[in-house]
Structure formats: C-alpha cells, structure tokens
C-alpha cells in the first residue's frame, strides 16, 4: 500500500467522538489479534471468549456505531486476497454484544468449484450485517451462536434453511 493510500486509510479510521475514539481502539486491539486466535481457538470457545456481558464498558448508544467502525478496521482487503469474514464477525459480535444488541454469529456453507465455501456474519434483529440478505441466502446456515458464546441449535436467521446431505 503506497504511503497516499496509508494515510487517508488513517484519516478514515478517525473517530467521530472520544467515544468512539476509546471503542476504535479496543476493536483494533482484537482486530490484531484475531487473526492468530481463529487458528489456534476452536471455535465454539472463541465465540464464548468473544461474547460480552451486555453494558460491559460500551454505552448501549455506540451500538449503532459499532458495525461501521467494524467495516472501516477491515477496509482495503479485497475478496480472495484473505478470508476476513470471520475476523471481521467475531469482532462484531463481541462489541455488539457488548453493547447489549443480541447479536447472533452465524456460519454457512455452499458448493464451491470442487470444494465447499464458508462463510461467517452477523445478524441482528433478523437482518444480516455489512452484506445484503440474497448474498447470505447463497448460504445454508450450518450453525450459530447466540446469547454467552453458546451454540445455537435452532436455525439461524439471515440464511436459508439446511438441506439434508446427500449420501
């Protein structure tokens, strides 16, 4: 990345309040380390790891923050270059449930060329975030996790329903 684009990246990531400036470092802080914690945590304990207490020092107010702040920490990766989707939910899901929001960390599969495709994101109140429910709908929900980290056996919103597998 040329020294320009570093630094209107940089200028992109600055806050809009001391609010906002506390919470963008706390997430950079996970955003750093989770590229290693979701190679070495499994992860039914990296979703309990992630989850928050509700109100634990994030105002219920910064919620609506949270997701574009998120989005900003992970501009500049293009597709294919590094698989960032799970990244980028897990730490949503920690600050917004942080923040008291309920979010639900969902993970899908579909039919690659020759392979399977994963996929992770969040849903909140229903709707899936930072992508468009028909592009999750690509997706079979496989699992979720919801409320402490815990997984969901009921199917998830934001995706379709499971197909059986063929044998």
Not at 86 to 93: A, D, V
């Amino acid at each position: 990345m040329s020294r320009p684009a570093r630094l209107r990246r940089a200028a992109s990531l600055v806050a809009a309040s001391p609010g906002d400036g506390w919470l963008l470092a706390r997430m950079l802080a996970w955003r750093t380390a989770l590229p290693v914690l979701k190679r070495r945590v499994p992860l039914a304990k990296l979703a309990r790891v992630m989850w928050q207490k509700p109100g634990t020092r994030i105002r219920p107010d910064r919620a609506d923050r949270i997701p574009s702040l998120a989005q900003r920490l992970y501009r500049g990766f293009r597709v294919g270059e590094e698989d960032i989707c799970l990244e980028r939910s897990l730490l949503t899901y920690r600050f917004l449930s942080g923040a008291g929001a309920d979010p639900q960390l969902v993970i899908g599969i579909r039919p690659g060329e020759g392979s399977v495709v994963g996929h992770a994101w969040v849903v909140v109140d229903g709707e899936p975030l930072f992508e468009h429910a028909a592009a999750v709908g690509e997706y079979a929900s496989f699992f979720s996790f919801g409320r402490e980290g815990i997984l969901d056996a009921s199917l998830p919103s934001g995706g379709p329903a499971r197909e059986p597998v063929a044998s």
